[in-house]
């Protein structure tokens, strides 16, 4: 597969025409080592339940969708609506590409216009790919649960990170 450069990405949000898309990443992406409960979606109405049109960046190279970064306030709490959790994922063939970097500067300008300002997620300790690759982008680590979940006969602690906009 020839993937086109990074600077024609191009990023926006997320359609309902996207989700069959989304959801092939999602299987492709998701699995016991970078969340506590891999989703399986039995249809495609039923993910658009969980992530409406809107709350997801999209990148697109060409034609294809290779990625997202989903986002939503942690709670519906009014004092608390000045933050996103989010929750990225790329496509396996487009990883180490600067696709996930793209989106979450696109997010950081998105958030920024809707006066968010900061974005929170959570990983888990045995997914060291990513926890690094927060780090790189900017992420801290403020917190951190010990033994958090039971997953493949191990104990994994979940960890709590930030970024300031």
């Avoid at 992406?29 to 339940?49: F, I």
Wanted: aromatic share 12%; charged share 20%; glycine share 8%.
């Amino acid at each position: 597969m020839s993937v086109q450069p990074v600077d024609k990405l191009v990023t926006r949000l997320s359609i309902m025409n996207d989700a069959q898309y989304l959801i092939e990443i999602d299987h492709l992406v998701w699995n016991d080592n970078n969340t506590p409960c891999v989703l399986q979606y039995g249809s495609r109405q039923q993910y658009l339940q969980d992530h409406p049109p809107g709350t997801q960046l999209v990148a697109i190279l060409g034609e294809q969708i290779c990625g997202y970064v989903g986002f939503q306030h942690p709670t519906y709490v009014s004092t608390n609506q000045h933050v996103y959790d989010i929750h990225i994922a790329i496509h396996p063939d487009y990883q180490g590409k600067g696709i996930g970097r793209k989106l979450i500067e696109s997010l950081g300008e998105f958030a920024r216009s809707q006066q968010i300002r900061k974005l929170t997620l959570r990983v888990l300790s045995t997914n060291k790919e990513a926890f690094q690759f927060y780090k790189k982008l900017g992420f801290v680590e403020n917190g951190r649960l010990p033994e958090e979940f039971y997953i493949n006969g191990q104990y994994v602690d979940d960890i709590l990170m930030t970024y300031w906009l």
